[in-house]
């Protein structure tokens, strides 16, 4: 009932103040935009709290509609079931009147839901997806091109592109056009080496700093029963991530392959295929005698995302490469499993040529997502609206912390969340399960939701990365964006070699086949499935993008 | 005509809601077949997509891992109808020869049970199994003095272990076939087989078969209609890139290469091969089954 209260009252208010709004303007349509445009940020950086909803004064400027509307919005997760309902949506609709409906199915694979969806032909209004597939259908010609409509009706985004032209660059499609608002991260470092400080010192052994100091730290390890249960079942290095995680290794050869299924970087200016390099054969080689020598998982391939608890609870985990918080974590939750249990963040162990370097790195859109709007929706500009709402900073808080007085409380005029959250192992999990907070939309993270719940131990490891320089930005290729034409040949072709690249690596890591022979053959396959063609494409894209 | 039409009009009208069914589900999708020829963009849509010819055919025909896949289906599916095919068939006879109703009944019931598991389940069941520290065969490995064996990673074990985990799955659903077809042989016949002084196995043999012969040919058609569609979700759930030399079958080759990066025209041309293939195989073997056994499935 007096939520009912709540909502009429909010209705009228709404009419009313768009009706005014509306009778402000009428003399002049064009000046809608631009009105609203100056005045949004400067209220949203003026008094935060007076576009906030608790004090039951919606802002007529946070309204992407006079009248309630619904889209309907396409957003997969394999682990949450995320609806219209999500609080954070529910708020949102409240503040811009403009109410998801996610038509994706609960469950299954995001990339069959998504193809799914585009073949029943019913695209629903609001795409959020990741970026580069989203400008493929752009190139078809589903999509809405979003810079007239930045310009006018999203005045946080268009302020937010103007003081990041990379994050422009690298969200403009190969025709010029932006067709994705995209989900920014913050904070730098993300992935990083730890190894279990507790075994080392029972062991009497320094923080390995090279690559053969850490061979020589697994196999003491593996030898030495760090445990101490007798038996020799360390299991030296593992990883959570079946597809990317046991070639984590690779850096300490040179090696280079990448974490989301594109395996180029940029080597002295051009592009390069990683796997196709001799340092890959080195890495390969060796990394298969680590396999076999016991210092790498046996299962690694198939253990999956419990590794860390599975192998920390048994007391036989000894290193790995990973997210820091939720990593270091482990100190907390294994404490109770494992007496004295102390896992560290470490320098990356140099490589054989004496680099120490981080390949994975936190960069602005390394999640690669974002959203976008159908072209084929009613109402682009309400979209529109809708979106840029997510980008004032009552938006923003909401995605990154959810609802007030349920995840979090405003202190010193700065969100913190209460203890319930804090208290959670699992706080991306806890925040997107209870309020739908950090999904991948179209918005800007705030790292300060991090660093209130990511422990001392990680956040020394993130420092350590950062203020080493480490992480080798500069190695890794932006996002880039194809023509259709490159789109096409790149589904043509690509997919065989994928294939070839995870089988045939698969097999030397596991020593079903020697990598050192076999490496001039597997060349030669690689350039009769086009691998030549393929690189030429990404060198033309990431060229096109240095133009931008 | 008519007139029997109107004598018998409550069975048409049984027949009609199957016809809707058949019309709507399995002759309208055809009209969408024409996606198999032409270069298919979604948004285009299926009318406004160009034609592309048999490319499509073309570059699966033509593509590096054909000839593998092929392969891969073709000895699952045979290695499945010598080693899967008659367990069902044992199964039934067996269970018609027990003579203990409660018995009987509850092994039945046990031996269809998997079949209500979902497959997803069952391969995880499969998997812990198999696992290579803690897998309870490995454990038992161990125990009987052997070293582990990283199964589901060994290209060499995966037709067993897939055809082994389907027939535990399926066997005891498909004797029901089986088991009604028993149940139809008319017991004067038995009784004369007694007097006639045949022994149990003689009246197996002689009696029993025979009487489900038909059941079994049109089974065994079916299944050879079959021949080159070994599901995916199994194989997906099963494989790994090291295992891709036994286990990517034609399907699971079509779901990464055509389905997850939205292929659509390559996987129906990849379909409608597959199709024409199957109604050959099915129109000579039913013809040979005729022609031997004088059972058919037209």
């Not at chain 1, 050192?516 to 009769?528: R, V």
Request: proline share 5%; aromatic share 12%; with cysteine.
């Amino acid at each position: 009932m007096k939520f009912r209260n709540k909502a009429l009252a909010i209705v009228a208010l709404a009419a009313l103040s768009t009706s005014l709004l509306s009778a402000c303007s009428r003399n002049g349509n064009e000046n809608t935009g631009e009105a609203s445009e100056s005045k949004t940020p400067a209220t949203a950086s003026a008094s935060p709290s007076s576009t906030n909803e608790a004090s039951g004064q919606p802002q007529a400027s946070s309204l992407a509609s006079a009248d309630p509307v619904t889209l309907n919005f396409f957003y997969h997760d394999t682990k949450f079931d995320i609806t219209g309902d999500s609080p954070i949506l529910k708020k949102a609709a409240e503040a811009t009147n403009v109410t998801l409906n996610n038509v994706a199915p609960a469950g299954g694979e995001t990339a069959q839901a998504w193809n799914l969806m585009l073949a029943s032909g019913e695209i629903a209004d609001i795409l959020a997806y990741s970026t580069a597939e989203l400008n493929a259908i752009a190139s078809q010609g589903a999509l809405t091109p979003l810079d007239d409509l930045i310009d006018q009706y999203a005045p946080n985004i268009k302020q937010f592109l103007t003081d990041h032209p990379d994050i422009r660059k690298s969200i403009t499609a190969a025709d010029g056009k932006i067709y994705v608002i995209p989900f920014v991260s913050d904070g730098k470092a993300q992935e990083g080496w730890f190894i279990r400080k507790d075994w080392l010192d029972k062991l009497n052994l320094p923080v390995p700093t090279t690559v053969d100091e850490y061979y020589t730290t697994l196999k003491a390890f593996k030898e030495q029963d760090p445990n101490g249960n007798g038996k020799a079942d360390e299991i030296p290095f593992f990883a959570r991530n079946n597809v990317t995680g046991p070639y984590m290794l690779l850096p300490l050869w040179d090696a280079f392959r990448g974490a989301n299924g594109v395996d180029f970087r940029i080597k002295d200016g051009k592009v390069s295929f990683g796997p196709a390099e001799e340092a890959y054969k080195t890495a390969m080689t060796a990394i298969a005698s680590w396999y076999k020598e016991g210092l790498i998982d046996m299962e690694i391939f198939t253990r999956g995302n419990k590794a860390r608890d599975e192998l920390f609870a048994n007391n036989t985990g000894g290193s790995l490469h990973d997210w820091f918080a939720s990593t270091s974590n482990f100190n907390t939750t294994a404490a109770d499993w494992v007496a004295g249990f102390d896992l560290q963040p470490i320098a990356p162990p140099a490589s054989v040529s004496g680099q120490a370097i981080e390949t994975t790195a936190r960069s602005p859109l390394t999640t690669g997502r974002g959203w976008s709007i159908s072209a084929k929706t009613k109402d682009p500009v309400v979209a529109m609206k809708y979106f840029d709402y997510w980008w004032t900073e009552e938006g923003r808080r909401l995605l990154n912390f959810g609802i007030e007085g349920e995840t979090y409380t405003m202190v010193d005029g700065k969100p913190q969340f209460t203890e319930t959250v804090l208290k959670e192992p699992a706080v991306v999990d806890y925040l997107i399960a209870q309020t739908g907070a950090q999904i991948y939309i179209g918005g800007w993270q705030d790292y300060a939701y991090e660093q209130q719940w990511t422990n001392k131990i990680a956040l020394a490891g993130a420092k350590l990365y950062t203020d080493n320089n480490y992480i080798a930005a500069d190695m890794l290729l932006p996002a880039i964006s194809f023509t259709a034409e490159e789109e096409n040949r790149l589904k043509e072709i690509k997919p065989a070699i994928d294939t070839y690249v995870t089988e045939t690596s698969q097999k030397w890591y596991m020593g079903g086949a020697d990598p050192a022979s076999g490496f001039d053959a597997y060349l030669a396959q690689l350039k009769s499935l086009g691998i030549e063609e393929v690189t030429a494409i990404y060198q033309a894209a990431y060229d096109r993008y240095l133009q931008l | 005509m008519k007139s029997r039409l109107r004598q018998h009009y409550p069975l048409y009208l049984l027949l009609a809601p199957l016809l809707a069914w058949y019309a709507l589900f399995v002759f309208k999708p055809m009209y969408g077949l024409q996606i198999a020829f032409k270069d298919y963009s979604v948004f285009l849509g299926i009318e406004n997509s160009p034609w592309a010819g048999l490319s499509h055919f073309r570059a699966f025909l033509g593509s590096e891992y054909f000839l593998r896949v092929l392969k891969n289906t073709l000895l699952i599916s045979i290695y499945s109808l010598i080693f899967s095919f008659p367990v069902p068939i044992v199964l039934a006879l067996l269970l018609h020869e027990a003579k203990n109703v409660v018995f009987r009944r509850a092994v039945q019931t046990i031996a269809y049970l998997p079949h209500f598991i979902s497959i997803v389940v069952v391969c995880g069941i499969v998997t812990n199994f198999l696992a290579p520290t803690n897998g309870i065969a490995n454990l038992l490995l161990e125990k009987l003095g052997m070293g582990k064996i990283y199964f589901l990673a060994d290209a060499d074990y995966f037709r067993t272990i897939f055809i082994s985990m389907n027939t535990w799955k399926e066997a005891g659903f498909l004797a029901i076939v089986y088991i009604a077809a028993l149940t139809g042989i008319n017991p004067e016949l038995y009784e004369a087989a007694v007097i006639d002084g045949a022994s149990k196995w003689k009246r197996v043999v002689h009696v029993t078969i025979p009487g489900i012969l038909p059941t079994i040919m049109i089974m065994l058609l079916l299944k050879i209609g079959e021949l080159l569609e070994v599901g995916y979700e199994a194989i997906i759930l099963l494989y790994q890139p090291v295992t891709y030399r036994t286990a990517d079958v034609i399907s699971s080759y079509v779901y990464r290469e055509g389905i997850l990066n939205g292929r659509y025209d390559m996987a129906t041309a990849v379909g409608l091969f597959n199709s024409i293939v199957c109604l050959l195989l099915l129109v000579v073997s039913n013809r040979l089954s005729k022609k031997y056994t004088d059972n058919g499935l037209w």
